[in-house]
Nanobody, 125 residues
Framework: EVQVAESGGGLVQAGGSLRLACIVS????????IGWFRRAPGKEREGATC????????YYKDSVKGRFTISRDRANNRVLLQMNSLRPEDTGVYYC??????????????????WGQGTQVTVSS
């Protein structure tokens, strides 16, 4: 059974940094995409960044480009999300998910079948 778990959220001042980690267990191959999604208060869940082994590409939402970095920590079987220069609008619950979306739907929730419980990120102004 595939399981997904996030860690690393917290409270940080604007301009600060946080690193989130996602551990995915039970995958039978590397041909999965790992995505970080977030849900801001009162808003829909949106894709922030994804790493796709199948397409060998990374995706970043425009608003996080240059500030967020997604990477694989293969030694520890994790996907990391380094978030720098955080802004109050980055506040929300961050979810890690895995699935096999086609590239055109890489940032939509429908392409992902397994989700973590989420971790809260709060950026104060």
């Amino acid at each position: 059974e595939v399981q997904v778990a996030e860690s690393g959220g917290g409270l940080v001042q604007a301009g600060g940094s946080l690193r989130l980690a996602c551990i995915v267990s039970g995958l039978t191959s590397d041909a999965y995409t790992i995505g970080w999604f977030r849900r801001a208060p009162g808003k829909e869940r949106e894709g922030a960044t994804c790493i796709s082994e199948a397409y060998d590409q990374l995706y970043y939402k425009d608003s996080v480009k240059g500030r967020f970095t997604i990477s694989r920590d293969r030694a520890n079987n994790r996907v990391l999300l380094q978030m720098n220069s955080l802004r109050p609008e980055d506040t929300g619950v961050y979810y890690c998910a895995t699935g096999r979306p086609i590239w055109s739907t890489i940032a939509t929730i429908g392409g992902y079948s397994r989700w973590g419980q989420g971790t809260q990120v709060t950026v104060s102004s």
